[in-house]
């Protein structure tokens, strides 16, 4: 009985190395990419609107600006224009 072929598809010892695997890979991609996105959704400036800079979440004194939206060839999507300012109503 000592010497029977098990398949590793049975074996607990796999199952249990793999999940540890999955779970550490796992565990480390969303610290990763949490890094990544905090970088990517940060809050422009006066400054960034004054000089032109686009970024993916303008700052707040943009609600008094007219905003539209234009295709980008560098980025490949469409991106926010902020335009002339407008009354608030």
Known sequence: MA?????????IPFWRRSAAWVTGFATI???????DTLGQITM?????LKN????????PTV????????MSKKRGHEVPTIGEKQPFF
């Open 3 to 11: 010497n029977e072929n098990v398949s590793v598809w049975t074996s």
């Open 29 to 35: 991609l969303l610290i990763w990419l949490t890094f």
């Open 44 to 48: 422009g400036t006066d400054a960034d």
């Open 52 to 59: 032109g800079v686009t970024k993916r979440v303008p700052g």
């Open 63 to 70: 609600i008094n600006y007219k905003i539209g939206y234009e």
